[in-house]
Every structure is written in structure tokens, then in C-alpha cells.
């Protein structure tokens, strides 16, 4: 089984609202990133975790906020977004870091709507 | 830095045409390579990889092979269908958990 999951599929949310989300995934990955991505172009990099530590930051607003609370789950804390932040954002895990060879799986992602 | 250079799309076929859209790349070390599919509305699904030189990555009919060479890794399908109409992303990992990706090629299918 090499599913990612994440929810929800659509968020709606007021710039003022504090929202959530999640990414779930039971394939013992223990690297799991954040990607950003607009309309008709590649993902863009947030953030990765490896083995629950945060490893990478890719300079990315504090409005965003990552959380790995245990192995399989990471989650997404949204609060004072912008109507910019509008995008898909995208769920991946891999076996680790350390290997080039390691294939990054995707879930399906959550569209997020910034009003 | 490790880059990706796509064919520009978008790109229209006819049913049952071939289908070639260019990759080549530029990175440091030895890196694996990846061709990435996304449906309208939906993540991305890892359609094939490979991940040394001449290794051939194949899934559904489409095929690539890495070219040290030439450093490149072009996605070939002999027969597309109009179910393949999505957008295709060839990217490579490189270390410390990076994926660099290209910017993505539109394909339309036509019956």
C-alpha cells in the first residue's frame, strides 16, 4: 500500500480563522513533507520532517505552522493566511532522507481558498 | 544547484499517437529520476523512476531511461489514450531530502 492521505479535500477560511491540516500515512515512511502548489506549476518545498524532527524550512511564513505528532500523522496549522496562500497544498512521505533512491510518495492534496 | 528543464507544453496528440516530452537536468553527485503524473484535481502520482544510468523506468506503457550521457530522461509512450490526458512532471532527488521538479507539461488527448 503506498497511500497518502489527507484531509480535507477543500478548505474555505477567513483570513482572521485558524484552521487545520492533516496528512496520515501507514507505509513506515519516516520522512514526510509540506509542498505548496499554484495553479500550473510545480510543487514548491515547505517543509520536511525526518524521523518527527523538523529538517527542513524553506523560509516559510510563520501563518504556517508544522506539527508531526507521531510518525504517521503531520499535520498543517494555518492562522492570519493571506488570499496569496490560496493553493493546493500536498502531502509526500519517503522510506528516509539519506538515500537519492528514496521515491517520494503524494497524497492528494487539500485545496485551500483564502477569502 | 540541481535544476530541471522541461519540454514546453502544452502539447496535443491525436488517440493512439506517440508521445515524446523532453527532460534533461543538471545536478551534482548521482541522482534518481522521477516522472510524475497529475490528474486534473488531484496530487501527484509517481508514474515511473529510475535510479542509476541506463536504467529504464517503465509503468502503463510509458517509458524512460536515464541518460548519463546526455543527462537526460525523456518520458515516451508508443500509443496514447485519451485517459492520459493530465500533467506530467519529471523531477530528480538529490540529497538532504530534496526533489527538484520540472515546471510541468500539459498533455491533451483527443479522441
Known amino acids: 500500500d503506498t497511500e497518502v492521505t489527507q484531509t480535507p479535500k477543500h478548505l474555505v477560511m477567513g483570513m482572521t480563522n485558524k484552521k487545520s491540516l492533516k496528512c496520515e500515512q501507514h507505509?513506515?515512511?519516516?520522512?514526510m513533507y509540506w509542498y505548496k502548489q499554484k495553479a500550473k506549476k510545480p510543487p514548491e518545498l515547505m517543509f520536511v520532517?525526518?524521523?518527527?524532527?523538523?529538517?527542513i524550512n524553506e523560509s516559510v511564513p510563520s501563518r504556517f505552522s508544522p506539527e508531526c505528532p507521531n510518525s504517521s500523522l503531520l499535520n498543517l496549522h494555518l492562522h492570519a493566511l493571506q488570499p496569496e496562500d490560496s493553493a493546493l497544498y500536498l502531502c509526500?512521505?519517503?522510506?528516509?532522507?539519506?538515500?537519492?533512491?528514496?521515491?517520494?510518495?503524494f497524497g492528494p492534496g487539500t485545496r485551500l481558498t483564502v477569502l | 544547484g540541481n535544476s530541471v528543464t522541461q519540454m514546453e507544453g502544452p502539447v496535443t496528440l491525436s488517440e493512439e499517437a506517440f508521445l515524446t516530452i523532453n527532460c534533461t537536468y543538471t545536478?551534482?553527485?548521482?541522482?534518481?529520476l522521477f516522472w510524475y503524473v497529475q490528474y486534473p484535481g488531484e496530487g501527484l502520482q509517481l508514474l515511473l523512476k529510475?535510479?542509476?544510468?541506463?536504467d529504464k523506468g517503465s509503468n502503463k506503457g510509458f517509458e524512460a531511461t536515464y541518460r548519463k550521457e546526455t543527462t537526460s530522461f525523456h518520458l515516451e509512450k508508443g500509443s496514447v489514450q485519451v485517459s492520459d490526458s493530465a500533467v506530467y512532471f519529471c523531477?530528480?532527488?538529490?540529497?538532504?531530502?530534496?526533489?527538484?521538479f520540472g515546471d510541468g507539461t500539459t498533455l491533451t488527448v483527443k479522441p
Open positions: 507505509m513506515g515512511h519516516r520522512a
Open positions: 529510475a535510479t542509476k544510468a541506463d
Open positions: 545536478a551534482t553527485g548521482y541522482p534518481s
Open positions: 520532517y525526518s524521523y518527527e524532527k523538523l529538517s
Open positions: 523531477a530528480l532527488r538529490g540529497n538532504a531530502g530534496k526533489s527538484t
Open positions: 509526500a512521505s519517503s522510506q528516509g532522507l539519506a538515500g537519492t533512491t528514496d521515491t517520494q510518495y
